[in-house]
């Protein structure tokens, strides 16, 4: 059981470019969740997803998309990337909303633009 | 709006001794969640401890428990017995709930703490 998976662990791109950031969980979690992380910052949700096939903004979607295809993978999608998206960013899931649950994160994707 | 504010940019403290560190949140909700995370030089987000708004009890973790008081909004977070491994970030984070039956964690922009040997 790997929990959350994510790659690449750290990527440099030029202005412009475009790339997809990876995230897979093994825990058959419905919920799951982009977060961004800004230097001497807390994390800032981007997208989150209920399931397979349901995706919804978070407090910063702009220059972002998601697709949830399947339950296990929740790839992020960097388009005409910015040097405001240099980051750390943080996949998470989750099981349900249950008093009891709470959310398993990913190792993170440090991201540089220049 | 929901905001989490940790007034402790930076903590330091002796191996073995105890530390606490401040949390303090805003909501008008009545049911909610409170959690710290901890954050090592890996990056990976790990939960260190979670306190549900309608228990009164204080949540305990072994070496890690949480001095709760509602009605003042204030999660705090103290750890016995530090050890070199506690040093990294700590972060307190408040859980809100989205439509759709998702939900999103709101989190304060960190403590770090420094454990000395």
């Known amino acids: 059981n790997a929990g959350v998976t994510q790659t690449p662990k750290f990527r440099i791109l030029k202005i412009g470019q475009s790339m997809t950031l990876q995230c897979t969980q093994d825990?058959?979690?419905?919920?799951m969740y982009w977060y961004r992380q800004d230097p001497g910052m807390g994390l800032k949700l981007i997208y989150y997803?209920?399931?397979?096939?349901?995706?919804d903004k978070g407090e910063v979607p702009n220059g972002y998309n998601v697709s949830r295809s399947t339950t296990e993978d929740f790839p992020l999608r960097l388009e005409l990337a910015a040097p405001s998206q240099t980051s750390v960013y943080f996949c998470?899931?989750?099981?349900?909303?249950?008093?009891?649950?709470?959310?398993?994160f990913g190792p993170g994707t440090r991201l540089l633009v220049l | 709006a929901q905001t989490v504010t940790q007034s402790q940019p930076e903590m330091s403290v002796q191996e073995a001794e105890t530390v606490t560190l401040s949390c303090t949140y805003d909501?008008?909700?009545?049911?909610?969640?409170l959690f710290w995370y901890k954050q090592p030089p890996s990056r990976q987000m790990i939960l260190v401890i979670r306190?549900?708004?309608?228990?009164?009890q204080n949540a305990t973790e072994n070496r890690f428990s949480v001095n709760f008081q509602k009605a003042a909004k204030s999660f705090s977070l103290k750890i016995s017995d530090s050890q070199l491994g506690d040093a990294a970030m700590y972060f307190c984070?408040?859980?809100?709930?989205?439509?759709?039956?998702?939900?999103?964690?709101?989190f304060g922009k960190g403590t770090k703490l420094t454990v000395n040997p």
């Open positions: 997803s209920v399931g397979a096939g349901i995706t």
């Open positions: 825990m058959n979690h419905n919920y």
């Open positions: 984070a408040y859980r809100i709930f989205l439509q759709g039956g998702s939900e999103k964690l709101v």
């Open positions: 998470a899931s989750s099981y349900s909303q249950g008093p009891q649950e709470t959310q398993y």
């Open positions: 306190q549900e708004a309608y228990k009164q």
């Open positions: 909501t008008s909700e009545s049911d909610y969640y």
